[in-house]
């Protein structure tokens, strides 16, 4: 393993999540139900500590995209797996793990769109301060600076997932 360096704790994660949790609470409401659409794999710890805290009703689903991070293309991002169950007429919620250039979402956005949803919105736990896709997320945990991020569910090489903080590298 490499030597990291904490971004952010664990402690200051799990009290962003709780605050996001809130929000989305307040702005959601208790009583209708709410889709929460994983992002695999980078937002599996984000996201089963976000649906711990929401108040309202929650169905849970996960799809996959596989994306080419060379290419800044919107048109080599593709579907690896969809979702399980119809959204039509339901409020979804995405939930990404970071979002930078924003292509990935801009592909899952009119993908999930023309499932005719009766709302979406879109959590990422970070967002890369250069992107250009600030307006497209509703709920951001942390602007992160641009560097390759690693931990609290987010990879390099398949691993680092299973940190309980966000870091990067060291030099
Ligand atoms: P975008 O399409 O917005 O450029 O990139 C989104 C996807 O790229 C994320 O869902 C994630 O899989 C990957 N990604 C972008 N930046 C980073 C990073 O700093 N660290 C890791 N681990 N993945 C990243």
């Given at each position: 393993?490499?030597?990291?360096?904490?971004?952010?704790s664990?402690?200051?994660?799990?009290a962003?999540?709780?605050?996001?949790?809130?929000?989305?609470?307040?702005e959601?409401?208790?009583?209708?139900?709410l889709?929460?659409?994983?992002?695999?794999?980078?937002?599996f710890?984000?996201?089963?500590?976000?649906?711990?805290?929401?108040?309202?009703?929650?169905?849970?689903?996960?799809?996959?995209?596989?994306?080419?991070?060379?290419?800044?293309?919107?048109?080599?991002?593709?579907?690896e797996?969809?979702?399980?169950?119809p959204?039509?007429?339901?409020d979804?919620?995405?939930?990404?793990d970071?979002?930078?250039?924003?292509?990935?979402?801009?592909?899952?956005l009119?993908?999930?769109?023309?499932?005719?949803?009766?709302?979406?919105?879109?959590?990422?736990?970070?967002?890369k301060?250069?992107?250009?896709?600030?307006?497209?997320?509703?709920?951001?945990g942390?602007?992160?600076?641009?560097k390759?991020?690693?931990?609290?569910?987010?990879?390099?090489?398949?691993l680092?997932?299973?940190?309980p903080?966000?870091?990067?590298?060291?030099?």
């Amino acid at each position: 393993m490499k030597q990291i360096d904490v971004l952010y704790s664990a402690e200051q994660i799990a009290a962003r999540v709780k605050e996001i949790a809130k929000v989305i609470n307040e702005e959601h409401g208790k009583k209708a139900e709410l889709v929460v659409v994983g992002v695999l794999k980078g937002s599996f710890m984000f996201m089963s500590d976000l649906v711990r805290h929401l108040t309202m009703p929650v169905r849970c689903d996960f799809l996959r995209v596989a994306s080419y991070h060379h290419d800044v293309n919107t048109g080599n991002v593709r579907m690896e797996f969809d979702l399980t169950q119809p959204v039509v007429d339901q409020d979804v919620l995405l939930v990404e793990d970071i979002v930078d250039t924003g292509n990935t979402l801009r592909f899952l956005l009119e993908h999930l769109h023309s499932k005719k949803p009766r709302s979406l919105s879109v959590a990422s736990l970070l967002y890369k301060d250069v992107g250009k896709a600030r307006d497209l997320v509703n709920y951001v945990g942390f602007t992160v600076p641009d560097k390759y991020v690693i931990g609290y569910g987010l990879d390099s090489e398949g691993l680092y997932r299973s940190l309980p903080y966000v870091g990067i590298f060291k030099k």
